[in-house]
């Protein structure tokens, strides 16, 4: 049980760690360098954006903290529901909280963070001046 329970939370980390990355516009520059050489170029700017200060993700503690006290936030008032049919909405409000403030902890700390706005703009000022043409991020 532990060793799932373990697995299946590495499985979740890597799948929050996956890099956003721009989305180029096929234009002609674009077609004329190729996608091997599009992707090279788009990790060359992404180097560039870190090695300038600008940061390739927000930080996760403010989006971890939230997700955690709207879950516990909506735990509790499904919770005191739940509590409330069977006779006891305090105590039903307590597990409830608990158990969505650690749902909204896990959800928000296994979330993907979108790139930074300095980062963005930067990597993208990067590939417009090489020749492309960014239209957003995925």
Not at 1 to 21: D, I, Y
Not at 128 to 138: H, L, T
Request: hydrophobic share 35%; net charge positive.
């Amino acid at each position: 049980m532990k060793r799932n329970l373990t697995v299946c939370a590495l499985v979740l980390a890597f799948a929050g760690c996956s890099a956003h990355k721009p989305i180029l516009y096929p234009n002609e520059h674009y077609r004329q360098a190729g996608e091997e050489t599009a992707e090279s170029d788009i990790k060359d700017c992404m180097a560039l954006a870190k090695e300038a200060g600008a940061s390739p993700s927000q930080g996760k503690t403010a989006q971890t903290a939230t997700g955690t006290v709207a879950g516990g936030a909506v735990g509790s008032a499904a919770g005191a529901v739940g509590g409330a049919i069977l006779g006891r909405p305090g105590s039903g409000a307590m597990v409830g909280a608990a158990g969505g403030a650690t749902a909204g902890f896990l959800r928000g700390l296994f979330r993907k963070s979108p790139p930074s706005g300095a980062y963005t703009k930067y990597v993208d000022r990067c590939l417009r001046e090489r020749g492309y043409d960014p239209m957003g991020w995925d």
